[in-house]
């Protein structure tokens, strides 16, 4: 399998934090990666590295064998890396239909001037494309309601519909921020199986996620992160048996040794 | 009584959503004729020259609001400096004009050209801040051309202004209306005509592609940016396009009084479009035209009113807001 994004030594610091502290991670073609941690740990910072969001006080991130450091997160996007965010990031009071209709936009060219050029044409929001689409992602009967006002299940799903709409670059690399979070059993179920067609269509695919459960059944591999390091790294089964692992979710040593003394008031 | 809490209605966050009458929206195929043919029987109606004269100044008042409302109902910016772009158009073009350096229509483009050009130049600094400090960098700006239209004395003629700028070449055209009056009725033809191209051009982005990520980009540039736009290359593109119509509106303003000076392009010039573009609802682009047409029309009959015409206008606006409050209308 070759490989397809790369973290190598990657650091982040705000102020005084060390967020990141030399981060390596790398997502093979077609691969399912997790990635896990308790609060803190450096996840979605990591994620937003990796995306462009953010740039890396220091390390290196490579995308298809490119140097892509530093690269806003519109450059990746259009070689073909696109992620979804942790909270429900939709556009307030507008319909599922023109969130639906962005994704075909920026698969069409996302330039300022084809999407001129092309507004004089066609609506891509009237043809049959984005029914498609709404059908994939069980969105149909919400086509013409406000996305903010949609659950949380069927935001989160209309997240992962844009992105993976807008990335025409294959094989794409789609980065999940706690797709699962919120969602009721038939929501996650809907969730995981979209993920498993992502997969089939070619899709490298790299989730932070709490759910233990469904993580390790979803993911080849799991990334634990604890305060801002690489904690362990391997198969799900492995990873989770690790005591380094089960201790800094427990904040503890298991012998209970360095439980934090509760200190505060009532 | 017993009441029970339920979980949000499906469909719903957090189950309260209120009901919303929603905004009118005639297809363009439809308003489109209708708007063209109440342009061509306007002058046979008013039949006198006063009254076109005052059409015809809605009809610039509704090209620069349209200059405006692009900017405020796409990414959602307010910008002062739109009175110093139609200073731009008017100056530009009553430099060329006077001195015989071009006719009226190049020099009408390059009015436009030189608003657009302008609007680039303000739009890289100020376009770096959002909202509130975008207003007030842009306000900063207006400020600025309108200091250079006084002061810049060899070229704008300063506190003098420019006179004797000529018409645009309309003579010999045959229009209908000319039949009745035979004063100002090209100009208001060419006037309104430029009013539905903007017009149309307003419709046509707001709502198509080019509008949604727009509209997407004033909700939450980090998600647009990370589908592949470059929302600051949007943002920038539209303030310079709505510089630009605001140039071409100056330019239109220029040789219709023939005279340009420096008290016409101040940072009331854009207030007065931001008013319209507000009352007409924040991105709607007939609501903008009809809101030129009214603020342009009453003042003629509240003359005796005097300074207590603003009074009116407040209520006036109060009314409208309230009006579009209660139908639920959000902008």
Sequence with gaps: M???????AVSVRFGGLQALDEIDLTLAENEFLGLVGPNGAGKTTALDVLSGRRRPSGGTVRFRGDDVTGQRSWQLARRGLVRTFQANMMFESRTVRDH???????????????????????????????????????LS????????????????LLGIAMSVTACTVFPGVLLLDEPLAGMNDVEMSRALDIFATL????????MIEHNMAAVSRAADRLYVFD????????????????PDVMSAYLGADLDGSELPQWTGGV | MTETISPPEPGTARGRRRRRIPVPRLPLRFALPLAIVLVAVAPLVFADAYRLRVATAAGLLAILALAMNLLIGGPGEISFAHGGFYGVGAYVLGILTVGNTLSFWPALLVATAAGTAVGVAVGIPALRTRTLSFAIATLGMGLFLANVFGGWTSVTGGSVGLANIPRAPLDGIPVPGSIFVQSGVRQFYLVW???????????????????????????????????GFRPGFYRLATFAFSAGLAALAGGMYA????????????????????????????????????TAIVLTVVPEYLHALD???VVVFAVLLFVVLRVRAALGWRT
């Excluded at chain 1, 305060?227 to 690790?242: I, M, Q, S, T, Y």
């Excluded at chain 2, 707001?206 to 990370?226: A, H």
């Excluded at chain 2, 040789?255 to 609802?281: E, K, L, R």
């Design chain 1, 2 to 8: 070759t490989t397809l994004l790369t973290a190598e």
């Design chain 1, 141 to 156: 009967g919400a086509l013409d309601e406000n996305a903010d006002e949609l659950p949380f299940g069927s935001q989160r």
């Design chain 1, 227 to 242: 305060r801002g390091r690489n904690l362990a790294e391997g198969p799900p089964e492995v990873v989770l048996a690790d």
């Design chain 2, 307 to 309: 300074d207590y015409r």
């Design chain 1, 100 to 138: 639906i209709r962005l994704g075909i936009q920026a698969a069409n060219g996302p330039g300022a001037f084809r999407t001129l050029l092309r507004t004089f044409g066609r609506d891509v929001g009237r043809g049959a494309e984005v029914e498609t689409i709404a059908e994939r992602f069980h």
């Design chain 2, 255 to 290: 040789q219709y009084i023939s005279f340009v000076g420096p008290d016409n392009f101040t940072i009331f010039t854009a207030f007065n479009a931001i008013v319209v573009v507000a009352i007409g609802g924040l991105g709607n682009a007939w609501g903008t035209v009809a």
């Design chain 2, 193 to 227: 005509l430029v009013v539905l191209v903007v017009l149309v051009l307003n419709v046509v982005v707001l709502r198509g592609g080019f509008g949604n990520v727009l509209k997407s980009i004033k909700r939450s540039e980090v998600l647009v940016e990370s589908l």
């Design chain 1, 199 to 206: 997969r089939e269509r070619g899709f490298s695919i790299l």
